[in-house]
């Protein structure tokens, strides 16, 4: 697990953009072989995480945290 989280966290370093747009700003990168997803948004000089969401479980409960 912790293997893809690492991945996935590399990829969004490299291509912030490259991710879905899930609402307004947000993003949503999906882990391989697992059902999470980081959520963030892309800002000028920053990434923001704000969720690491179970893809079948409560859908949109980040939705406050932009």
Not at 3 to 20: K, L, N, T
């Amino acid at each position: 697990f912790l293997d893809e989280v690492e991945r996935a966290i590399e990829a969004i370093s490299q291509r912030p953009e490259a991710a879905p747009l899930v609402r307004g700003g947000v993003r949503r990168k999906p882990l391989r072989r697992f059902p999470y997803s980081f959520v963030y948004s892309v800002r000028p000089n920053e990434i923001r995480l704000l969720a690491v969401a179970h893809q079948r479980r409560r859908p949109f409960y980040w939705r406050g945290r932009r």
